[in-house]
């Protein structure tokens, strides 16, 4: 089957909608703040307007960074160590509850998938919802979080891309993602492990966390990096930098700057070899092209043989997935410390595209790996419950007419 690429089409539906809030009032049942996935310095500061005194504040915050991190409590009258005056401030003008499940969904292989609605945001009309998955594996369990509310790249092969941006989620948002999948797991200190041999038998339930959920985290800068920080903090949910990666479809001018303030790991969605293919299969080529990102990719902060960028890779049956295509692949990459996931297209409902014959799949990756690159053919998780890669798609809708400017994806 052969497909026509229709870059008009594509031009049409890869605006970004204005996010100003259009006049719009705070609906009267906004939700309080939540503490939960603040940065430290936002929490003593919290602290300091609630009257904590200067040389008590350092000791509160690492008092409730633990209850909140360590102890998973959702109850300030849980904070046993922490005076009852100040537990009752907190809790009339803070909340550290979770966001609702609306949904979750086990598949066969134990991928579990969960639809959060998150509680109402000033100018939110609704409360919206975002997917999360998380895939175990007997070893390691890694979670894939989403940093919108929707997408703005519209690329074609990509479910969550037929969505329409609403907003970006805020880093507590981002947090409590963690929070709830930690919750069903049962990956805190006072809970029994969720019964499912699918599941890490021994050491962290959850041991690495990946932006490859709904939305362009790079879009969501400060959010993210207050998120991907807060993960990494040592007194606190403390995951390596080496175990958080972030991926991107190439929004080169703040590639730079996440490694720098982060030292998160990069992926990039690549998924073609010439800026013709990728404008229309990752619109936000026309804006910064393969030479501009791979620039940017030989440039990462840290990059090595130790730290290598991870280059995804959906073989589209036709599309981009010719033994010259994988030869062309090779010679982009040169230089770069890094590694190709191939990634077999997961269907869903209105798709245009086919997967790649697995035959060819194996003579792609062989083709690469010839070439001194590591290219693991990645296992289709959770298909059934559509919780593949590209398949996540929350029911969330604008909840306020957007204003739409043609033309670049920014």
């Keep these: 089957m052969s497909h026509t690429l229709d870059i008009a089409k594509i031009n049409q539906n890869s605006a970004t909608p204005d996010l100003a809030q259009d006049g719009l009032t705070t609906p009267s049942d906004e939700a309080l703040p ?83 609605r998150m509680p109402k945001q000033k100018g939110d009309l609704v409360g919206h919802e975002v997917e999360c998955v998380y895939i175990p594996e007997q070893t390691r369990g890694t979670l894939c979080v989403s940093s919108q509310v929707g997408c703005t790249l519209s690329c074609t092969f990509c479910h969550t891309g037929t969505q329409r941006m609403v907003r970006n989620l805020t880093s507590e948002e981002i947090i409590a993602q963690i929070m709830v999948a930690r919750d069903r797991i049962g990956d805190w200190p006072s809970m029994d492990r969720v019964n499912d041999s699918n599941l890490p038998q021994t050491g962290r339930m959850i041991s690495n966390i990946v932006y490859m959920g709904m939305g362009e985290p790079l879009y969501n800068y400060e959010h993210v990096k207050n998120a991907i920080n807060i993960m990494a903090d040592g007194d606190g949910i403390s995951l390596s930098r080496r175990r958080i990666t972030l991926s991107t ?7 730079d700057k996440i490694g720098e303030e982060t030292g998160c790991m990069l992926a990039i969605s690549l998924h073609a070899v010439d800026d013709d293919v990728r404008d229309v299969l990752v619109p936000i080529n026309k804006k910064f092209n393969l030479e501009t990102l791979l620039e940017a990719c030989r440039n990462y902060p840290g990059v090595s043989n130790a730290r290598r960028v991870t280059f995804e890779y959906v073989m589209l049956k036709d599309i981009n997935d010719s033994i010259a295509d994988a030869k062309k692949l090779v010679t982009l990459l040169k230089g770069i410390p890094a590694k190709i996931n191939l ?33 693991p053919i990645r296992t289709p998780r959770g298909r059934d419950i559509m919780a593949a890669c590209g398949q996540l798609k929350s029911e969330s809708k604008i909840s306020r007419k957007p204003r739409i400017q043609k033309g670049d994806a920014t």
């Design 34 to 116: 939540n503490l939960v996935g603040m940065p430290r310095e936002t929490l003593k500061q919290i602290l300091a307007d609630l009257g904590v005194k200067d040389k008590a504040i350092k000791m509160r915050s690492a008092q409730i960074w633990h209850w909140l991190y360590i102890a998973g409590v959702t109850d300030f009258n849980d904070m046993l160590n922490v005076n009852k005056d100040l537990r009752n401030m907190m809790a009339e003008r803070y909340s550290i509850e979770r966001p609702e499940v609306v949904e979750e969904q086990i598949s066969v292989d134990g991928t579990r998938k969960w639809l959060m």
């Design 343 to 375: 990634i077999p297209f997961n269907p869903w409902p209105g798709s245009e595209y086919e997967c790649s014959e697995w035959e060819q799949i194996e003579k792609f990756a062989e083709v690469i790996n010839r070439a001194g690159y590591a290219s």
């Design 249 to 255: 479809s190439g929004v080169v001018n703040f590639i």
